[in-house]
């Protein structure tokens, strides 16, 4: 049988059993819907039947972008709104974010007229770009590469033809999983309530008004049931599901895009190139953590989202497409060190015919209260970048429906729980003031990996350090502080989710013993837990062969 800690069994202690709002989703949707009204004053409860970030959040390319090629179909309120979105984010968490140059190699005359315009629209719309931004994160606008500087930064070009390069800067977040955690437990930290494992089984509307909502936690089986004036649906490719569960029939129709991405052995230079596959749609080749993600796939996905997998012929696909595209990277399956999928949920009206591809990222949000549930919302479709705003209007609703009237919004300028600081200088430089004993390599490292969260990760004690494949080394404090204060119950919660120690590859044997230990004497388990968690673990870096 399997071991429960006094930490799982007591974990539900805090639980009300009744909360003015109740977000069923984890994912960033979820996440900013629960910052927002946290902050707004009410008294909010999320859940997730996984882990914080485990479906399509922990899916994306990595990217907090404007969306360039939505420029191509004139959504330009789609990628202002991005371009808006990426410097809130990167002034409420500027830890999390890091400036990338994109290359986009041209061909021909007519395109490189043609983007030319593209880049003078897109730095038009970001004209506010840098406005109270960390000198660490501020974005240069684009510019030219020649056809020599162009073969210089992306070595792997085909030069057939070749006339130069766009490169243009957006932000790589190196941890969506972390940064959409970070935003969960900073709503916590202002009164919160938040569960990772404890799905959602049952959803009535009561006859009062409200709904009561059955919850089972995972980890122990307990079940609960707590009542609510107002349901958030943002459970993202299982929202459809929750929407059957209580019985309402949804006008647009749900359509699931199945994306997948490989990490691989580093084959670029320090600039992502966007490249175009055989079938037009676009390839990201992205410098990451001394390795390269490439990705990503864009197909519709007609199965139980529960079943998701990754096959190794979708992988020999991908890579394939990137071999074609990029000559000189000769890539098999052994050079794949760890890979990732989801489903994107796009909200498709009824007889539409559009492939997922060129399918809009808008997000639409729905409150059922024409079909008979009053306080029912759904927030479908979006993408990660423009979450927050997502949010905003979600909230917006629920105060005119609560109140009447909306409320200010404050999540453009509330910093989350690392992004408490004005620069990233002047931060290292307070800390070291505090800490004059710690290194100064290991001060930056968690300066620029958890922002002013480096203060109470610094608190701990701890003297060890683990080094994983590609190089970076994690310290016993930021180790022991995520395992105490950031919900993790399964080794893959923090493998994967919370450090990302994880996703640039299997760890060498000794280390992973130790950090398994580690781990393990923190969260109280036996020696047969830790097997059965370590197995879970090992499943991860295995695909499904078909």
């Avoid at 969960?184 to 509307?205: D, W």
């Avoid at 306080?375 to 105060?399: C, H, M, P, Q």
């Avoid at 404050?410 to 070291?432: C, D, H």
Wanted: hydrophobic share 35%; net charge positive; aromatic share 12%.
């Amino acid at each position: 049988m399997k071991q429960i800690t006094k930490k799982e069994s007591s974990r539900l202690g805090h639980l009300k059993s009744e909360y003015d709002i109740i977000i069923i989703g984890g994912g960033i949707t979820g996440a900013n819907v629960l910052w927002d009204a946290t902050l707004r004053g009410y008294n909010c409860l999320l859940v997730e039947k996984n882990d914080y970030a485990s479906g399509t959040s922990q899916a994306t390319s990595k990217l907090i972008h404007g969306g360039l090629r939505y420029l191509k179909n004139f959504e330009f309120g789609l990628v202002r709104e991005s371009l808006s979105e990426r410097r809130y984010l990167a002034k409420i968490s500027p830890h999390s974010v890091r400036p990338m140059g994109f290359i986009i190699p041209i061909r021909s005359l007519f395109q490189r007229i043609l983007l030319f315009f593209g880049m003078e629209l897109y730095n038009a719309l970001s004209f506010d770009r840098n406005r109270e931004i960390d000198a660490d994160v501020q974005l240069p606008r684009y510019r030219w590469n020649s056809l020599g500087e162009t073969i210089y930064k992306v070595l792997g070009l085909d030069r057939k033809s070749l006339k130069g390069s766009f490169q243009y800067y957006d932000y790589a977040n190196l941890n969506p999983e972390k940064h959409t955690t970070e935003f969960i437990l900073s709503a916590k930290e202002k009164g919160a309530h938040a569960f990772n494992y404890l799905a959602v089984t049952t959803l009535k509307k009561q006859n009062s008004g409200g709904y009561t909502v059955g919850l089972t936690d995972s980890l122990t089986g307990k079940k609960v049931l707590v009542s609510t004036k107002v349901v958030v649906n943002s459970a993202g490719p299982w929202a459809d599901v929750i929407e059957s569960m209580t019985g309402v029939t949804a006008e647009k129709k749900l359509v699931r895009s199945k994306g997948i991405h490989a990490v691989v052995r580093n084959i670029c230079g320090n600039e992502c190139a966007v490249l175009s596959k055989r079938d037009g749609s676009h390839l990201f080749v992205i410098p990451w953590r001394g390795k390269t993600i490439v990705g990503t796939t864009d197909t519709a996905y007609g199965d139980d989202p529960d079943a998701f997998k990754v096959k190794q012929s979708e992988l020999v696909d991908l890579l394939d497409e990137v071999n074609y595209s990029f000559g000189f990277a000769k890539l098999t399956l052994k050079d794949v060190d760890y890979y990732y999928g989801g489903l994107r949920p796009l909200v498709e009206d009824p007889g539409s015919t559009e492939g997922t591809y060129s399918a809009s990222r808008k997000s639409e949000i729905f409150h059922y209260e024409k079909e008979g549930f009053p306080g029912f919302f759904s927030a479908l479709g979006g993408k990660y970048t423009t979450s927050r705003a997502v949010a905003e209007n979600l909230v917006n609703a629920i105060d005119q429906y609560t109140k009447g009237q909306e409320s200010p919004c404050a999540t453009k300028f509330t910093p989350l729980l690392g992004g408490r600081y004005q620069s990233l200088k002047e931060l290292v430089n307070e800390i070291q003031l505090k800490f004059p004993k710690v290194a100064g390599a290991k001060l930056e490292t968690l300066a620029r990996r958890y922002g002013s969260v480096t203060w109470k990760i610094l608190s701990v004690e701890g003297k060890d350090f683990y080094r994983i494949p590609n190089g970076e080394i994690y310290y016993e404090e930021e180790v022991e502080y995520m395992l105490t204060h950031e919900d993790i119950f399964h080794l893959t919660d923090f493998y994967f989710r919370r450090s990302g120690v994880g996703t640039v590859g299997l760890l060498d044997s000794t280390e992973r013993t130790r950090l398994d230990k580690k781990i393990a004497k923190i969260l109280g388990w036996n020696t047969d837990r830790l097997k059965e968690e370590t197995k879970l673990v090992d499943e991860r870096y295995k695909w499904f062969v078909d």
